[in-house]
């Protein structure tokens, strides 16, 4: 089960990091992919490493040690997406007064 998901998890990063760099699937200004999320070459190349981490995690039985790391990252990405929003929020609240 857990080799079945580090293989689907690295497949999607994979196809991430391969639509990155097609201009078709770029919207707006800033290189949104499908509109919606902000990538950038390094970007790019850092999912298309996960993604062949996620598969090689697969085929070498690392499958454990693979979803082991994405939940750290993902706790990360969590943690820093919630300060920046707090962040956002006292910056906003600052300029009121009552």
Known sequence: MIRAFA?????VFLVTG?????????????????????????HNVIHLLVGALGVGAYYWDRARLYCQGQVLSTCWW?????????????????????
Do not use: H, N, W
């Open 7 to 11: 293989l689907v998890i690295g497949i």
């Open 18 to 42: 391969i639509l990155g760099f097609i201009p078709l699937f770029k919207f707006g200004a800033e290189d949104y992919l499908l509109g919606i999320f902000a990538v950038d070459t390094v």
């Open 78 to 98: 969590e943690f820093s997406a919630l300060s920046q929003l707090s962040s956002s929020l006292m910056r906003c609240c600052s300029g009121c007064s009552t």
